[in-house]
T-cell receptor, first 115, second 118 residues
Framework: AQKITQTQPGMFVQEKEAVTLDCTYD???????LFWYKQPSSGEMIFLIY??????QNATEGRYSLNFQKARKSANLVISASQLGDSAMYFC????????????FGKGTLLTVNP | GAGVSQSPSNKVTEKGKDVELRCDPI?????LYWYRQRLGQGLEFLIY????????KSGLPSDRFSAERTGESVSTLTIQRTQQEDSAVYLC????????????????FGPGTRLTVL
């Protein structure tokens, strides 16, 4: 089974609107971390937001928030007030266990922000 | 401060040749990772270094792939007898290591090396 599933190969959003990018994960480890990275066309990977499995609150970082639903094993990224510069690939990733630092990535979602 | 750097940025080679890819992590970061990203795909984990040792090599696809790290700094990923399916972007990342439970260690990525095997 896929450890990280991103079911949306591509998404479109109008500038200034909010958009949700889906991510579901699969792990039996009670301790894990979930990450979202942005990859613009230039290729660099930019860390956006992190959610720990024991965190009680949903993570937020500026316009980014993570809708963490532990029972459903989902960690959707919400981008509010989309900007043209948000157009990029977005990857969800998971770290399993406290001592395992390897990240397992999903296949990504290509977000296009329309003016 | 300086981020993770990788060289070369692009490498074109002929099938069967060996290639070496270099990664310079952020100074002071003890953990270093190599990932591979095929066209249109997510990142695949290759290998993880803690200091100069590699406790997790589980992602190396074959014995043609090897990596080393010296001085808790520079790392090189070597691919011997390259094949066309090795064509990909090879990304290096580094992070601080924390021993606290449930802490996270943000991985800072380099710009990658685009490898093309003809």
């Amino acid at each position: 089974a896929q450890k990280i599933t991103q079911t949306q190969p591509g998404m479109f959003v109008q500038e200034k609107e909010a958009v949700t990018l889906d991510c579901t994960y699969d792990t039996s480890d009670p301790s894990y971390g979930l990450f979202w990275y942005k990859q613009p066309s230039s290729g660099e990977m930019i860390f956006l937001i992190y959610q720990g499995s024991y965190d009680q609150q949903n993570a937020t970082e500026g316009r980014y928030s993570l809708n963490f639903q532990k029972a459903r094993k989902s960690a959707n990224l919400v981008i509010s007030a989309s900007q043209l510069g948000d157009s990029a690939m977005y990857f969800c990733a998971m770290r399993e266990g406290d001592s395992n630092y390897k990240l397992t990535f999903g296949k990504g979602t290509l977000l296009t922000v329309n003016p | 401060g300086a981020g993770v750097s990788q060289s070369p940025s692009n490498k074109v080679t002929e099938k069967g040749k060996d290639v070496e890819l270099r990664c310079d992590p952020i100074s002071g970061h003890t953990a270093l990772y190599w990932y591979r990203q095929r066209l249109g795909q997510g990142l695949e984990f290759l290998i993880y270094f803690q200091g100069n040792s590699a406790p997790d090599k589980s992602g190396l696809p074959s014995d043609r792939f090897s990596a080393e790290r010296t001085g808790e700094s520079v790392s090189t990923l070597t691919i011997q007898r390259t094949q066309q399916e090795d064509s990909a972007v090879y990304l290096c990342a580094s992070s601080l290591v924390s021993i606290a439970d449930s802490s996270y260690n943000e991985q800072f990525f380099g710009p990658g090396t685009r490898l093309t095997v003809l």
